[in-house]
Nanobody, 115 residues
Framework: QVQLVESGGGLVQAGGSLRLSCAAS????????MGWHRQASGTQRELVAI???????NYADSVKGRFTISRDNAKNTVYLQMDSLEPEDTAVYYC?????????WGQGTRVTVSS
């Protein structure tokens, strides 16, 4: 059974940093496209960052230069390092694993950035 468990969210002041973690079970993170998405209140879920199975990365324009996605194959965990946080980054952040026959989501972790 595939399971993605996010952690690391919380309340932080603008300009601060957080690191989100996505611990995976039932799949190998290095074999799938692993992404972080977010959904702010009243908005649609949007892609923030994604890492392909080969290690290539892509970011939303709004987070380029501030967020970094990475993975630790030994821990089977994907991370999202978020620096220079802005109030506009406030949202629930979700981990996603996608492959030919897989589209799995975590339960989300809330990030609140105060001004």
């Amino acid at each position: 059974q595939v399971q993605l468990v996010e952690s690391g969210g919380g309340l932080v002041q603008a300009g601060g940093s957080l690191r989100l973690s996505c611990a995976a079970s039932g799949l190998t993170v290095g074999s799938y496209a692993m992404g972080w998405h977010r959904q702010a209140s009243g908005t649609q879920r949007e892609l923030v960052a994604i890492m392909g199975s080969g290690g290539s990365t892509n970011y939303a324009d709004s987070v380029k230069g501030r967020f970094t996605i990475s993975r630790d194959n030994a821990k089977n965990t994907v991370y999202l390092q978020m620096d220079s946080l802005e109030p506009e980054d406030t949202a629930v952040y979700y981990c996603n694993a996608r492959g030919d026959f897989l589209n799995a989501w975590g339960q989300g972790t809330r990030v609140t950035v105060s001004s």
